[in-house]
């Protein structure tokens, strides 16, 4: 068997990382929509930690497709045995007018077996400097300036897709000049000789690709720079971001970078309206130069876990006014990674305002020490979560323009606590809808002791406590675990009664150590997150 047709086996068995998984619901504390209600107690966010051999992928020699930078503008997944990553590279280390030379950084591809050590192999699929021997995915279509990768990319897999040629999706920002740009466009905006394009692309492999018809996703509207896509319900969501004059705030107001979202039934054919998917709070002020100020970059790098969306996004702080006269529009620039939920795949909001999941390093010290770019790049491996993201030097010197790593407790973005120690404290979550199906539940937990555990009943959809499951009948939690059963003792079981709406109550008594990082009810499919 060939390299190439090894990759290509072990990718049509790639896990499903952006593949929603319905029989089972995580139920997180900062998610407010699934546990809204508490009682006495707060959300604590952590940080990442960053992985002490970062970065973990770097530049490639000069000559390579990313000698001049290796950006994670693109996707990681995991499928139980290897790590997938699409990446742009940028074969030289300069830019015209802030974009690479000839209007394209190539799709890239890498592999590794434990998310740390990549490696790029040869697909000899795209000519480059002579030859064949890079890791360049091949994009074809029709205008060719729609194949130019050149900005933000993202690769959905769905394997349960009937035609096996559009298993792999993928999304990206190409500038094709506008005369190719069947469709036009609206009047809004100034005139570009080149113009921000949505593209979408199909594949079986995940290595070749086609783009979807002969025009932009986006042709008839306005430009848009798309950065996500994922399934969610019914539709497919492209997100990004513009500004104005593209878009406004709801009474006409000019507005810096927010994040947008686009949709589609069927992948082919997408909707003109967007949706203001998220902007931070700060930017609901109208300033006189919104676009001075701190911004949203880039929409959000999406994880899909079902029921709820968890992603990360830019937390864009424009530089100062008064520049000197050879720095570029962004010397000043910094930027750390916060995080966003949605509950419907289209209204994203922070749990925290402004706290930073990823913050970057040291000013003049760490490799990470400017802004920092998300991906769609994460993974739930062993008793530990996954995030990669990458640096991005935005004054414009390819200074550590790679991609690291940053991990947590398994799930561990955020945990309940107590607010006031010496008070007991509860948490209640949504009524969870009948089901004639099994519904295991399980806790992640630290901090818990046979002397202090914490203690789970079921309320019925009137808020009162089955018998049960209640009272001295609740499950007794005493154990630390990931992802410990919950049993309650006397029915000696760890599922939710068949055919009952039920929500589930949280007892933490007072003076509790414990820590809850997440719920979870039903079964994870297998290859889940």
Known sequence: ?????????????????????????VLFPFDDE????????????????????????????EGSPDFGHA??????????????????????????????PGWWRPMCYAESTDGVHWTKPELNLVELNGNKKNNICLVEGDPYSLTRVNDFLTVLYEPEDPNPERRYKCAYIAHPPFEDVRGGRTPIGPNESRWGAFICATSADGLTWKVVGDRPMNSAGERFEVSGLYRFGKFYYATGQLISPWVWHMD?????????AYRSPDFDHWSQAKATSFMRPIQYI??????????????????????????????????????????????????????????????????????AMIPRGEEGKD?????????????????????????????????????????????????????????????????????DEAQPVHINVAGVTRESPVTI??????????????????????TESLRGAVTWPKLKSSELPKGKAVALRVNFPANSKASVYALYVGSAKEGAP
């Open 286 to 355: 109208t300033n006189e130069k919104p676009l001075e100020g701190s911004q949203t970059h880039m929409g959000a790098g999406i994880w899909n876990r079902g029921n709820v969306l968890v992603g990360f996004y830019g937390m864009w702080q424009h530089g100062p006014k008064e520049r000197p006269k050879d720095k570029n529009y962004f010397w000043g620039l910094r930027m750390s990674l916060g995080m966003v939920v949605s509950n419907d795949g289209v209204k994203f909001r922070e749990p925290v305002t402004d706290f």
């Open 1 to 25: 068997m060939t390299r190439l047709s090894s990759l290509l086996c072990l990718l049509f068995t790639a896990g499903a990382l952006h593949t929603a998984h319905a029989d089972e619901q």
């Open 34 to 61: 699934s546990i809204p209600w508490r009682h006495n107690l707060h959300v604590n966010l952590v940080q990442g930690e960053k992985h002490p051999e970062n970065p973990v992928l770097r530049c490639g020699p």
């Open 252 to 260: 006409g107001k000019d507005i810096g970078r927010v994040m947008l």
């Open 367 to 435: 490799w990470d020490c400017i802004s920092l770019l998300q991906g769609h790049a994460f993974a739930n491996v062993g008793d530990k979560t996954y995030v990669w993201y990458s640096h991005w030097d935005s004054e414009g010197q390819f200074r550590n323009m790679e991609i690291g790593l940053a991990t947590w407790r398994r799930d561990g973005f955020g945990y309940f606590t107590q607010h006031v120690p010496a008070t007991a404290a509860h948490f209640v979550t949504k009524a969870l809808a009948a089901s």
């Open 457 to 478: 009943e079921l309320l019925d959809d009137l808020d009162r406590p089955l018998p049960d499951y209640s009272g001295e009948n609740a499950a007794v939690i005493s």
């Open 71 to 100: 950006v994670l503008y693109g996707t990681v997944m995991h499928d139980g045995k290897k790590f997938r990553m699409w990446y742009l590279g940028m074969m030289q280390r300069k830019i015209e007018k802030y974009q690479a």
